[in-house]
Every structure is written in structure tokens, then in C-alpha cells.
């Protein structure tokens, strides 16, 4: 027994000590935390740096994980079991032997001790960033705000640099910063110029471009080269985009926001879309595409449609909608189309065309999954531009 215990030591010493070799053949490791936006942030950061002129190999945990190469190329993550922190040792060991100057890796973990495994004893980010903190996966992260913006802190560097977008907990990241040596820079999407957001060939959100920017401005990076090379960035499938989809001449905007699938988040992408230039309607769907392990998210999400949306039309796909009936079917007030969790995505597709000519269809939830099973089909009547 002691010889076993000795022989399983000296392998994790062994693997502990190929671990800090890779960490030091990295010398810019940012870690991206958040609620909402980090897969963006992510690829925009890798492609401003690249952009810069330092070798830059990035990795995505969202809607859709992804490698993003040394030439910006996405290479798509096929993961034989569940995914797992223990994944980011292997791919920054993988990393290494490519010796960038830069890695930039979205944080995997959501439950708050692996927040802090991931940072201190994985990564050891020389540069963090925090996007915002919203309420969402409150059963791992804790039930009031604060709570998750003091669970996303975990991820707050010793003496590195923070950057972060959030604004009503700030509070908290700049007391763990202070407390851990770290300079904090906030930030806001009023420090991007409306202009310097034309040029992307999806809808990216200011804050976001202004994090990205700070970060490669930190590491010598000029803002004008940063911004081109963001541009230029393959979009996270998730990314918030418009397509316009065509049925017997009739033409329905089809907003495809899934990735956003707090209340918050959707809310302010909501009123963000309402009013975009160019976006002309007459009628408002609203797609919800569920769940069936996020009931609490769902019913927020019916309340949000219920209370501040109010679309002409609703379409809602998932397990066991019957019970939202009481609750929120039977206080709406216009058509409620449903349908089950294993209805085949091509019937779910038509049917988001189905509306009058000039309906903005405004598509939220879940994409994980069949969500990209009806995007697939949805994309057969998308107008050629």
C-alpha cells in the first residue's frame, strides 16, 4: 500500500511539475470569466492581439467549444466525455508546445471552489477579465447578486490586472482586487465610439469591443489595430445576429439571441434591438426554445415576455410545458404556439415562418443542442443579401 501511495504521489508531482513547465513557456495567460458574453470576449481579445503581432492561441467554452488557431482559424472541440476543468491543463499543455505568447482561454468552471481551482491552481492569469455579473445559474452560484458577483471574484488574479464591464458590483471586484494585489480597470461601453462598431459582420455589444480593447491596449497592442483585427474575427456561433427569413413573400426578422439567455441580459438585448437602425416591423414574435433542467430559468423568461415584452405572437418549444399554463399561458393575451422537446426541428423551423410580412421575431432561451438543429433549418429560408 505504501508503494502505491508513493508511486501515486510522485505521478502528481510529476504532472504538477509538466503543469508550471507549460505555465512558464506562456508568459500572457487572460482568463475570461462572466455571465454573459465571455465566448465573444474571448475571440475578440485572441484576434486583437493576433491582429498586434503576438502569437495567440484562444479557446471557447460556450454555446459551442472551439480552439481558435494561430492564424484565427476556429477548430472545433470534440470531447469524448463530459467536460470538465481538468481539460484546460491538457489544452494549455497542448498550447505550449506551439510557445505563444499569449493564451486566451474563457473559464470553464460555474460552481464558486472551481472558480477558484480553475485561476489559482490552472491558469494563473496574468491578465483576468470579468464581463458582468447577471442572475443566472443561481442554484450553483447563489440566489442574490451579489452572491454570483463574489462567486465570478474567484477568478480575480494575485497581483495581475482585472478588467471588467459590470457596473452595479463593482464594489466587490475591486475589494478582492484590492485585498489580492491587483489593479482593477473598469470599464464601460461609452468608451467605444458608435462608428468604431461599424465593420463587424454580426451584432457585437460596445462593452464587450471596449474590454477587448483595454486588454490588448494593456499589452502594447494600438487601438486601431486591435479594432481591425476584431473585426475580422469569426463570430462565436452564438453571436447575436439578424437573419432575414422569406416565406410566400412574406418576410419575417428573425433576431437570434439565444446565447443571451439570462432575464437581464435578454431584456437589455431586447431594448438594444427594439430600436436598431434599418430594423423595420409591424408585429413582434417571440421564439422561447427551453430547457427541461433550467425550469427556474424558463419561468423568468416567461415572466420577462409576460410583463415586458408583450409580442403579438408566441412560440415556445420544451419538456412539460404544462407547467407554465397557470402561471403565464393563461395570462397572456395573444396566440401561444407549443411544442414538445423531441418535435423534429425542421416542423419547429416552419413554423418561425409563418408570420405576417414585416414581423420581428425576436428568438430566445436555450441553443444548446436542438437550437442548433432548428437554426440549421431555419437557415433554408434565410434571404441571400
Sequence with gaps: MAILTLVLLSALLFEWYLHQQSLHSIPIRVHVNGTRGKSSVTRL??????AGGLSTLGKTTGSDPRILDLYGKDRKIVRLRSASIGEQIHFLRYFSKFKPQAVVLECMAVQPQLQWVTEHLIVKS????????????????????????????????????????????????????HERGSEIHPVTGEMVKF???QGFTYIEHQENVALALEVCQALGVDRETALNGMRHATPDPGALKIWYLTQDNRTVSFVIAFAANDPDST?????KIKNYPGLEYDKVAVFLNTRSDRISRTSQLLELVLKDIKPDFLIVRGDSLDRYKKDYFDKMSWPIQTFAENTNPAKVAEALVTFPD????????NIVGSGFDILDEARKFKRAL
Excluded: C
Design 358 to 365: 414585416k414581423t420581428l421575431l425576436y428568438g430566445i432561451g
Design 195 to 197: 462608428e468604431e462598431m
Design 45 to 50: 481579445i485572441a484576434a486583437g492581439l493576433r
Design 267 to 271: 431584456l437589455n438585448i431586447w431594448h
Design 126 to 177: 496574468t491578465h483576468s477579465v470579468i464581463t458582468n455579473a447577471r442572475m443566472d445559474h443561481i442554484e450553483e452560484m447563489g440566489y442574490k447578486l451579489e452572491d454570483i458577483a463574489k462567486s465570478l471574484s474567484n477568478t480575480v488574479p494575485f497581483k495581475g490586472r482585472v478588467f471588467t464591464a459590470e457596473v452595479a458590483m463593482l464594489p466587490v471586484f475591486q475589494q478582492v482586487a
